[in-house]
């Protein structure tokens, strides 16, 4: 198979109303730095809106544009993921719908992983336009955090924005879990991957497709695939505890000895109450990890593909 230069993978999720201006911008882009051989793959990550059909509108008038239809909505990173197993190219950019990472970039992004051999140039955010004060306090501190808590060293303030070789794409998806953070499993290959800062902008139309019960799954999706903290803390509370009893086991038989045996009912209540607390919540921290081992367990596919419109290479290698 002859792989074009460049793949632009966007994942879409409802952006019915980016996406002309996403392909005419990512197109230039694409055009200015690598000529005619390039293509774009949008997935369509079961949208209620319109997207599918104007992505078939677009993909029946450019030959470079590959649309994928997921079966329904499968979430931000398995359309990602399904983008990326798909994608041909050489190398590969990864860019969101909504316009808020400028494809503009691409050609800065190309240069600076010529000139530094890299294998992955990895776009940091330094400034971020048009989004909430509670989005933009809640990632600084989920990336702080993570980075703490974390044996791979996982870029702070970096989405999924970026532009990889084909050996490193070749890698993530060698990666086979469910679960998928993929900022993380990208830190997590190795290879040379250096940053790129640039200004994040507004999101072009719409709304954000992340409400806070997506981003606390996604927060959780992180922590539990990268690091055993949660568990080791789960020990070491339990530890700490198992000290303090003894201390207090002490404490009552030495009272008991001196004949003040019955004791108020607040030390009893407080006890009761903390450690029901303490052992729901490490409880439930096990439970964290114990439930995403049953998913992975089940081997389901990752996505599944209900259409594909576009080249037929596209077709063929989907077995269509
Ligand atoms: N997205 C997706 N599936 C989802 C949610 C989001 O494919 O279930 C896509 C969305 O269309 C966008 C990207 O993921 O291209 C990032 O989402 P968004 O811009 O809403 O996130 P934010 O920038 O607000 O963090
Ligand atoms: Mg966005």
Redesign the pocket.
């Known amino acids: 198979m002859k792989r074009p230069q460049l793949s632009v993978v966007?994942?879409?999720?409802?952006?019915e109303a980016c996406l002309d201006m996403l392909h005419g911008r990512v197109s230039a882009a694409a055009r200015a730095a690598v000529g005619e051989s390039y293509e774009i793959v949008f997935?369509n990550?079961g949208s209620r809106d319109r997207s599918w059909e104007v992505m078939q509108r677009l993909s029946a008038a450019d030959p470079h544009l590959v649309a994928i239809n997921l079966s329904r909505?499968?979430?931000?990173q398995l359309?990602?993921t399904a983008g990326l197993d798909l994608c041909a190219g050489e190398q590969i950019l990864i860019i969101?719908?909504?316009l808020?990472d400028p494809p503009e970039l691409l050609t800065e992004m190309r240069e600076t992983m010529a000139a530094q051999g890299a294998d992955v140039v990895y776009a940091v955010r330094r400034k971020r336009e048009g989004?909430s004060l509670f989005?933009k306090a809640t990632a600084a501190i989920f990336y702080r955090m993570l980075d703490r808590i974390t044996d791979t060293p996982i870029p702070l303030d970096t989405?999924d924005f970026r532009l990889m070789s084909r050996r490193a794409l070749d890698a993530l998806l060698s990666l086979p879990e469910q679960a998928r953070f993929i900022r993380g499993m990208v830190a997590w290959i190795g290879f040379r991957q250096v940053p790129f800062v640039y200004d994040r902008h507004e999101?072009h139309a719409g709304?954000?497709?992340?409400p806070l019960g997506?981003m606390i799954r996604f927060a959780l999706d992180a922590i539990t695939g990268f690091s055993t903290a949660p568990l080791r803390f789960a020990s070491h509370v339990g530890l700490l505890l198992t000290a303090a009893s003894v201390l207090l086991i002490l404490y009552i038989l030495i009272a008991w000895a001196m004949g003040h045996a019955i004791q108020g009912w607040t030390s009893t209540m407080l006890v009761v109450v903390i450690l029901g607390a303490v052992q729901m919540f490490v409880l439930g921290m096990i439970g964290e990890y114990l439930g995403r081992l049953y998913v992975e367990s089940k081997r389901r596919p990752l996505y599944l593909i209900a259409d594909v419109a576009g080249p037929v290479q596209a077709h063929a290698s989907l077995g269509y």
């Not at 966007?10 to 952006?15: F, H, L, Q, R, S």
Request: hydrophobic share 20%; net charge negative.
């Open positions: 966007v994942p879409c999720y409802n952006e997935v990550d909505n499968h979430g931000h359309a990602l969101d719908a909504d808020q989004e989005k989405g999101r709304e954000t497709k992340y997506k």
